[in-house]
């Protein structure tokens, strides 16, 4: 390579995550390679040289050197293309990157190929003056070290990250919805008072009988933030893979991502994924089996039983019927007894009666069970008999009165809703005073008469949307005071009788696993507890 009159220089710098997290004693190699220390080495080299200048400083802080998608670097190529520079200098070899075969590539063919004088500082490497054995020999086998160091600091990474998992250290960036890290530990789930009712109440929701897409609406109706709005209110710089406009609303997909999570249960799960390797950015997803469990890791918002009923729930098909947003109250649970399909719901309009009732599907498709037909009304009588009679051999009546005598009902929830309210004003005033000076800005020329509307409307949108959503939890925090007191007279209804006076969705899938009906309308009920009953 002829040497140029003047060199426009591209002062090129990166340090990775994994070089600030090694963990291996080099404390005094990260502090060196920091992006102050590179950009300070190399403006001093510059300063020494009579032909050169520097057109422009690239930084990319946390990115690894085994991959080529960053930002600044990508900047840099884009001008080395574009003829602005003709010189680039790094810190060492492998600031450039840590893959030998992409590196390689890049000093012996593509910084030629643009007339690019290419200098190393710290490895001595100028390929202006550079012979063939320097070129061809000794830079492919620093690249090829600084490769395996890649892998080597990759491994000691997922190591240590492995052990922690298995401590029941929480290491993911971000809290699930529910749980906030602990200000003392970082490393710890506590529970988030607000996100935490709505966990609760979306499991209740689901034990009732509510579909996913009915759970979904219900929150958007009663103004309650998706979880991704809600990280963003919190002040979190919160990316997810499942955005799909600028506001987030509840859909049937996050409503279920958040029943099928066991974390909610008090266990911790981690490491559900891993990288294919350190080159590839790309993960896959590891079988259950695989994942890192830590029980009783952090608080639990919902119990292990309720978990397990909602997942039982999941697994069958509780649809709600047409223009309905729950299930009816046996759907999931009622099967035939000879050949085990679930039983259908049929309503039956005659001379202005509607009659209810429950047939095996199998003959319908061509098979040889029979109908095995039952009413409603007869299956409701003999279902809520035989709850009568287990959970008056299950429930014992004064150990139930003195638990009922314990129970305070708090106003814990109207707290973190009114707390909610708060945030949500001040968000209100924020989008006022933006468009205020939206205003203002066009008045000054700042921006144009077309950003000033789009953007009007787009502030506009939202300080309608929070102004929605505070008055929907505003009429919650009343409905909220209003259960209070119909829960004081539950409870004074519970200390004298604890009879099971009717069916509830909520009882049944509690206590029942499946419901099994016979043609001589004999009706067997699998317990969900067989074993505690049979003890008792």
């Not at 400083?57 to 080529?68: A, E, I, L, P, R």
């Not at 009732?357 to 029979?370: D, E, L, Q």
């Not at 945030?423 to 924020?430: A, E, I, R, W």
């Amino acid at each position: 390579m002829k040497e140029k009159e003047f060199y426009k220089a591209a002062v090129y710098l990166r340090l990775s995550r994994d070089d600030c997290s090694a963990g291996d004693g080099r404390e005094g190699k990260t502090e060196s390679n920091s992006i102050r220390s590179q950009k300070d080495m190399i403006q001093s080299y510059i300063k020494e040289q009579n032909n050169m200048e520097i057109y422009d400083v690239y930084s990319d802080n946390g990115f690894s050197g085994t991959n080529y998608d960053r930002p600044e670097f990508k900047r840099m190529m884009q001008d080395i293309e574009a003829g602005y520079v003709n010189c680039v200098i790094v810190k060492d070899l492998s600031r450039l990157g840590r893959d030998y075969i992409e590196a390689g590539r890049l000093i012996q063919k593509t910084f030629p190929a643009f007339s690019v004088r290419f200098i190393a500082l710290t490895d001595h490497f100028d390929s202006l003056t550079a012979d063939y054995n320097e070129t061809s020999l000794v830079v492919p086998v620093k690249n090829f070290v600084n490769d395996s160091y890649a892998g080597d600091i990759s491994g000691k990474v997922r190591s240590h990250q492995k052990i922690r998992r298995e401590k029941g250290d929480f290491i993911g960036a971000f809290a699930i919805y529910g749980y906030k890290k602990s200000e003392n530990n970082k490393n710890l789930l506590v529970p988030d008072d607000y996100a935490a009712s709505m966990v609760r109440r979306i499991f209740a929701w689901k034990i009732s009988g509510y579909s996913n897409l009915a759970i979904a609406e219900l929150l958007d109706g009663m103004g309650i933030l998706s979880p991704m709005e809600y990280k963003k209110l919190q002040g979190e710089k919160y990316q997810t893979g499942f955005v799909t406009r600028v506001n987030m609303k509840w859909s049937a997909a996050a409503v279920k991502r958040i029943l099928v999570n066991e974390n909610y249960t008090g266990t911790l799960v981690q490491g559900k994924g891993e990288k294919v390797n350190y080159k590839i950015q790309k993960s896959v997803r590891k079988p259950e089996e695989e994942w890192t469990k830590v029980r009783n890791a952090h608080e639990a918002i919902i119990s292990m039983e309720d978990f397990k009923t909602v997942q039982e729930q999941l697994k069958i098909d509780t649809r709600a019927g047409r223009g309905e947003k729950k299930a009816h109250i046996y759907a999931g649970i009622l099967f035939c007894g000879d050949c085990r399909e679930p039983m259908i719901r049929r309503v039956n309009h005659y001379k202005g009666k509607i009659t209810v009732s429950f047939i095996c599907p199998t003959r319908n498709k061509g098979g040889a069970c029979s109908r095995h037909r039952i009413s409603e009304e007869d299956l409701n009588g003999l279902v809520l008999t035989g709850l009568r009679q287990q959970t008056a051999l299950f429930l014992n009546k004064k150990f139930v009165q003195s638990s009922v005598e314990q129970i305070k009902i708090n106003f814990a929830e109207g707290i973190v809703f009114d707390r909610e309210i708060k945030k949500l004003k001040g968000q209100l005033d924020k989008y006022s005073m933006i468009k205020d000076g939206l205003h203002e800005d066009w008045k000054k020329g700042v921006i144009t008469e077309e950003d000033f509307k789009d953007f009007g409307e787009i502030y506009k949108s939202r300080y309608r949307e929070l102004q929605k959503a505070i008055c929907c939890q505003e009429e919650t925090m009343k409905k909220l005071y209003k259960a209070k007191v119909l829960a004081d007279e539950c409870l004074g209804q519970m200390k004298t009788d604890i009879q099971i006076k009717e069916l509830s969705r909520e009882m049944l899938v509690s206590f029942v696993k499946r419901i099994l009906v016979y043609e001589d309308k004999r009706v067997y009920l699998e317990y969900q507890y067989k074993e505690l009953f049979s003890k008792v």
